[in-house]
């Protein structure tokens, strides 16, 4: 199996523009995470799926983040409008129903000038 | 005060030297989870864990859900080793998969 697989790996943009971020889960897992890694925060949950459906979007601020997973294969996390504070790595990870093992994607660096 | 805390931050050994490294945690969990990330910035899952111990390889993972504390234990380390090491627990109450992350621990093991 490939993995967890995201893109861009890297993105440069300025405050103000729209940012998607894309994942594609290991097939066959049926949870999805985005988490968010800063030096100061450390690794947090943004956004959780179970089968496509958000399940806890508790940690994603809502005025400028949202969160799809319009089929089992695909997610995108968008932010708009991007600010310097949303610079980070963003990581997609996935994992099946009855088993504990996440496995991480290699991370989406975003840099907002 | 965090939820997860993870001791030391900073750990220099010698290699072959044996390495522990500690989590404390507040809250009732229902599993906690042992991650690496290397220098390159990818993650990687050695553990979960939710009662006992678990090894793999010169890895070894226990946890004591009365005390609330897991350590992650390294035999026989080596420069590769060399990593940020994470501790995250899911909580037990309302079956959420949600984790919470301690800041991680980095290790560099010197030849």
Redesign the interface.
């Known amino acids: 199996d490939a993995g967890v697989i995201q893109s861009p790996r890297h993105e440069v943009t300025e405050m103000g523009q729209e940012v998607t971020l894309r994942c594609k889960p290991i097939s066959g897992h049926d949870?999805l995470?985005w988490y968010r890694q800063t030096m100061m925060q450390?690794?947090?949950?943004l956004v959780?799926f179970?089968n496509k459906a958000v399940?806890?979007d508790s940690g994603m601020p809502k005025d400028r983040f949202s969160a799809k997973m319009p089929n089992a294969s695909f997610s995108t996390l968008k932010i708009q409008p991007s600010e310097p504070r949303d610079s980070a790595?963003y990581?997609c990870?996935s994992?099946r129903l009855y088993t504990?093992?996440?496995?991480?994607g290699?991370?989406s660096?975003l840099t907002v000038l | 005060k965090n939820e997860v805390e993870q001791s030391p931050q900073n750990l220099t050994a010698q290699e072959g030297e044996f390495i522990t490294i500690n989590c404390s945690y507040s809250v009732g969990i229902s599993a906690l989870h042992w991650l690496q990330q290397h220098p390159g910035g990818g993650i990687v899952s050695l553990f979960m864990l939710s009662s006992g111990k678990k090894k793999h390889g010169r890895l070894i993972a226990t946890i004591n859900i009365q005390e609330k504390h897991s350590s992650l234990h390294i035999t026989a380390s080596h420069p590769r080793d060399s990593a940020v090491y994470i501790c995250a627990v899911r909580s037990a109450q309302g079956g959420s998969e949600k984790l919470v992350f301690g800041k991680g621990t980095k290790l560099t093991v010197n030849p």
């Open positions: 949870y995470f450390g690794l947090e949950l959780y179970n399940m806890d790595v990581f990870a994992k504990g093992e996440l496995f991480f290699e991370g660096r």
